[in-house]
């Protein structure tokens, strides 16, 4: 019986590789070898768009009836006084298009010399990504680069996408094109990979060329010798609260502190067991493609992923995740006694502001 998904995975690391080159390229180019003003980010809106781009277009080739829900659109490229930021994105997406065709490319996907793109078709390219979303069909998520902060510092960041049937995340890929070969705390100068996971088939980690893979699992682990994966920033999730759990599961390893997906991909090869992320406004929403690629990940690597209430991710509903509060993700030994530490400090937070 032949695996489902196979073209679609192919597809998928295709992409998530041309887009892990280019936003590498950019880096390099632009981050490390410009003078920014502080604040600038400049590179990274010329990486968000360019990689959405790339992505798309092959998308659009192999799946061209597929609808994309991605988090740019090119209103603002297509106005007067962007023509220097249009011509570095076409300079840049048919740089990573043209290259040659690497393991598991092929040619029909518009992959490869002689497959340059017009400005207008990767401005349509980009603006694929405007679906709303739904339950019901087919559809791609993307987040282009998910870690802005951690590409402008030369730290963590993920390209990601992920594909969704019926609201149900059935593939998902993170591209990581900083994160260590061997674990988070590596020193290993090797660095990049790409983490894939099909539902029902597992999960792998990938070279960059995609010339080596290695099944990825959660290893199981006693609450004592737990870590948290978490967020850098705090405006991102609330760090105190994380605190918190720690110190209700006898937690004392100090925390990973990541940006972007790639904390799902760490979580999936066991580099931290827990991932946390409460949200500092209760009434965020999050996005759909800052999860899909991760839940799947964690769950093919042997975890469970929810909400602070236990429910699970609804990736059906639109954009968002609409109700589901924070997410409380970990190996499935262990996630149960997780989740009972975030309720009880979520009960202590609640009786505090009452």
């Known amino acids: 019986m032949a695996l489902q998904y196979t073209t679609e995975k192919q597809v998928a690391i ?6 892990c080159a280019l936003t590498s390229s950019v880096f390099n180019k632009l981050v490390k070898s410009e003078t ?8 990274v809106t ?4 360019s990689a959405q781009a790339v992505v798309n277009t092959i998308l659009g080739r192999a799946f061209p009836v597929d609808p994309i829900v991605g988090e740019e659109d090119a209103a603002d490229l297509r106005q007067e006084g962007a023509e220097n930021l249009r011509n570095r994105i076409v ?7 043209t290259a040659d065709l690497g393991l598991g490319d092929r ?3 518009g992959l ?4 340059e793109r017009t400005l207008d078709e990767l401005l349509d390219a980009i603006d694929r990504g405007n679906d709303q979303g739904g339950p019901v069909g087919r559809r791609w998520t993307l987040d282009p680069i998910d870690g802005t902060k951690g590409f402008l510092r030369g730290g963590q960041y993920a390209i990601c996408l992920a594909l969704i049937v019926d609201g149900d995340v059935k593939l998902g890929v993170i591209g990581c094109p900083n994160l260590p070969v061997g674990d988070a705390e590596s020193e290993d100068s090797q660095r990049g990979g790409i983490f894939t996971a099909v539902k029902g088939q597992g999960a792998e980690q990938i070279s960059i060329s995609g010339a080596k893979s290695t099944p990825v699992m959660i290893p199981s682990m006693e609450p004592g010798m737990l870590n948290l994966l978490e967020s850098v920033e705090a405006a991102h999730a609330d760090l105190a609260f994380n605190q918190q759990v720690s110190n209700s599961l006898g937690i004392t390893r100090p925390p990973t502190r990541m940006d972007s997906q790639a904390k799902y991909a760490c979580l999936a090869r066991g580099d931290g067991v827990v991932y946390l992320r409460m949200p500092i406004n209760a009434l965020y929403q999050e996005k759909i493609w800052d999860h899909a690629s991760g839940a799947v990940l964690v769950q093919e690597a042997g975890g469970v992923i929810t909400d602070a209430l236990g429910q699970p991710l609804n990736f059906g509903l639109g954009r968002t995740l609409g109700k589901n509060q924070g997410i409380v993700a970990a190996g499935k030994d262990v996630h149960g006694q997780v989740l009972a530490a975030v309720q009880r400090a979520r009960s202590k937070a609640s009786e505090a502001t009452q």
């Open 14 to 19: 295709a992409a998530v590789r041309r887009a």
């Open 36 to 43: 920014l003003t502080k604040g600038d980010k400049s590179p």
């Open 46 to 49: 010329i990486a968000d768009y």
């Open 91 to 97: 300079d840049l997406c048919n740089e990573a298009l």
């Open 107 to 109: 040619a029909e996907w």
């Open 112 to 115: 490869g010399p002689g497959q």
